[in-house]
């Protein structure tokens, strides 16, 4: 279990939370993993509403799209897996609970995302047994957990003991959902996990909010070292996110139009990449846009490396 002092600190940081573009991302070598010749491939994406690319409509009302990190990777390792599909089975307002279990995700019969067998886990199972000759999945993607606290963080404020508690759930079902994964999957199957960019970021453009949100960023960079430790752990990959996002530089500065002065560059890249800072009814939405999704991808690629 995480650290009752880390969990209280990290707590309010964790809320993470589409056509092909071009990624910015330099591929290292790695990720050998082969299939005959001729056999269809698949790219299997789990997780919550970033695995579906979930945005705000225009009228505020956030919707599966195909502009998700997991259309732009798709479109990125498509052009060098022959006969690769993308099969996606995340689901908005999925926790870690209702991953394993089907209970407890009351988006899931409004958004049309419940699963066969009764659990995103089943399912997942279900589909990696089915499709268990070595490299028939070329690639699993998993982004889980951040919605485990979402209803314990209220404006700028926070419950600390639903956090503490949500937490420390997310701590316990994480290791079982990737081991039930790798017990799932063929040997040596590529799986990689993300870490998380700090939405709350945006507290900074808002009066009175600027120290709250720099305290909520410092938080951000302890829970997401404690991610990636639990994703290592668990024989994933770990899909630097948070980095990307340059999540942890509040001191360099840069402009941000409609504000007067300088802000963080971490504010600027959290307003370029979500709708965050975007007018109502669309924003504030905690959810990436389509070039945040793109860096998600970007950075998925690079914890894969050159597939085959």
Not at 68 to 91: M, N, W
Request: aromatic fraction near 6%.
């Amino acid at each position: 279990m995480l650290a009752r002092r880390t969990i209280v600190a990290a707590c309010a940081a964790v809320v993470a939370v589409s056509a092909p573009v071009v990624l910015p991302v330099a591929l290292a070598g790695g990720g050998k993993v082969r299939a005959r010749a001729g056999v269809t491939r698949y790219y299997l994406s789990l997780g919550d509403s970033l695995a579906q690319g979930m945005q705000p409509d225009t009228a505020g009302i956030t919707r599966n799209t195909n502009q998700g990190y997991a259309d732009q990777l798709y479109a990125l390792e498509s052009r060098r897996i022959p006969r690769l599909k993308l099969v996606k089975l995340g689901c908005g307002g999925e926790t870690t609970s209702s991953f394993l279990t089907g209970r407890g995700n009351p988006d899931a019969l409004i958004l049309g995302c419940t699963p066969r067998g009764g659990s995103q886990m089943a399912a997942a199972e279900r589909f990696l047994r089915s499709h268990h000759r070595r490299g028939q999945v070329a690639l699993v993607t998993l982004d889980i957990g951040a919605n485990d606290i979402v209803g314990c963080v209220h404006g700028a404020s926070l419950d600390e003991a639903c956090a503490i508690h949500g937490l420390e759930r997310a701590d316990k079902n994480l290791p079982v959902i990737m081991r039930r994964l790798r017990r799932a999957a063929a040997k040596g199957t590529p799986m990689a996990a993300m870490t998380l960019y700090d939405p709350f970021l945006q507290l900074y453009l808002l009066p009175g909010d600027q120290q709250e949100a720099l305290t909520i960023n410092g938080y951000a960079k302890i829970i997401n070292k404690t991610l990636a430790h639990l994703y290592r752990a668990g024989k994933f990959r770990v899909a630097h996110v948070d980095e990307a996002f340059k999540t942890y530089d509040p001191t360099h500065t840069t402009t941000l139009a409609g504000q007067p002065g300088p802000v963080p560059v971490a504010v600027a890249e959290v307003c370029r990449l979500t709708w965050m800072c975007a007018p109502a009814p669309v924003g504030p939405n905690i959810h990436a846009n389509e070039a945040g999704y793109g860096i998600i991808a970007a950075e998925f690629a690079r914890a894969f490396g050159r597939l085959r």
